[in-house]
């Protein structure tokens, strides 16, 4: 899934656009714009921060001047046949130009956040929101829909200590859904159905958990900034490691380190008291 800012304006002439992707758009301010199917039959469309549209693949029309700023989530169709665990080669999805669905408003809207913050929770987040995403297009968007696969049970134990095992060894790193699901030999929405009907959970939320169950032992010592020990444990910004610490564990990590050992001053950084990022200190441009 592609996430994309797109802001259209004044153009000399209409130009002809065509969608190479199923788009998702969220408006992130109110606007408007000159469209129309021909040159000769455009009108001017008006939109309110908030509102979001669903244009399928291959959609295409003239563009002339505008006024419009949208988040575009591009969904490709290897997503939406995942969905359906390859049920169909080719999906296709209605045009909704004013599009209310709760849940893809939600799940829209936490992709922008996380754009905002400059994607501190990664590639698995932003699989995870795409596989959601891809699930409800297909269920509820798709033109010829198709009954899901239903899967029975969940993974054996060889599988699941499997995942486990890679998840360990990769906690430093940035991986994809996609690893995860190809470790036990499986499709991503096989694997994450089948997942959750084993651990609970999602893959993306034991993938946290394990972090910050990681972090747990090393907050134990005197030994590593909080800096150090959240880059150990696969986060990009010390900032996204506070706030999930907080959030799973009720405190911060310096909070927790008090608990434990006697920091000396200095040794330790205040979460949330700069925007101090991970990437710049370990030169990653990838992101959890």
């Known amino acids: 899934m ?25 408006h992130l301010r109110s606007g408007s714009m000159v469209a129309g199917r021909q040159p000769s039959a455009m009108s001017r469309l008006m939109f309110e921060k908030g509102e979001m549209a669903l244009c399928p693949r291959d959609s295409e ?51 922008n956040a996380e754009r ?12 995870s929101v795409e596989q959601a995403i891809a699930a409800i297009l297909v269920d509820g968007y798709a033109v010829r829909q198709r009954p899901g696969r239903k899967y029975r049970g969940g993974l054996g ?6 995942v486990r095992e890679f998840v360990h060894a990769n906690l430093e790193e940035e991986f994809s859904l996609k690893e995860m ?10 694997f994450s159905q089948m997942f959750r009907k084993s651990t609970g959970e999602t893959p993306h939320r034991f993938v946290l958990r394990q972090r910050i169950e990681r972090s747990i032992v090393m907050l134990r010592t005197a030994e590593g900034r ?10 990009q910004t010390q900032q996204h490691f506070a706030r ?45």
């Open 2 to 26: 592609r996430v994309d800012v797109e802001v259209l304006g004044p153009v000399e002439e209409p130009y002809h656009k065509i969608l190479a992707e199923h788009a998702l758009g969220l």
């Open 226 to 235: 909080i800096l150090d020990i959240a880059i150990a444990c696969g986060f």
């Open 181 to 190: 699901a190809e470790s036990v030999g499986l499709s991503r929405a096989h």
């Open 61 to 111: 029309g003239w563009i002339g001047c505008s006024d419009v700023e949208h988040l575009v989530l591009s969904i490709p169709d290897s997503a939406l046949k995942a969905a359906c665990d390859g049920a169909s080669d080719n999906i296709d999805l209605r045009h909704e130009p004013r599009l209310l669905d709760v849940r893809l408003a939600s799940l829209v809207t936490a992709v």
């Open 244 to 288: 999930v610490f907080r959030k799973l564990c009720g405190a911060s990590p310096t909070e927790y380190r008090g608990e434990f050992v006697e920091v000396p001053d200095g040794s330790g950084i205040e979460e949330g008291s700069h925007s101090t990022s991970i990437m710049a200190s370990s030169g990653s441009v990838d992101r959890l």
């Open 116 to 127: 905002i913050a400059r994607f501190p929770s990664g590639q698995l987040f932003l699989d």
């Open 157 to 162: 134990p060889a599988r699941l200590r499997k």
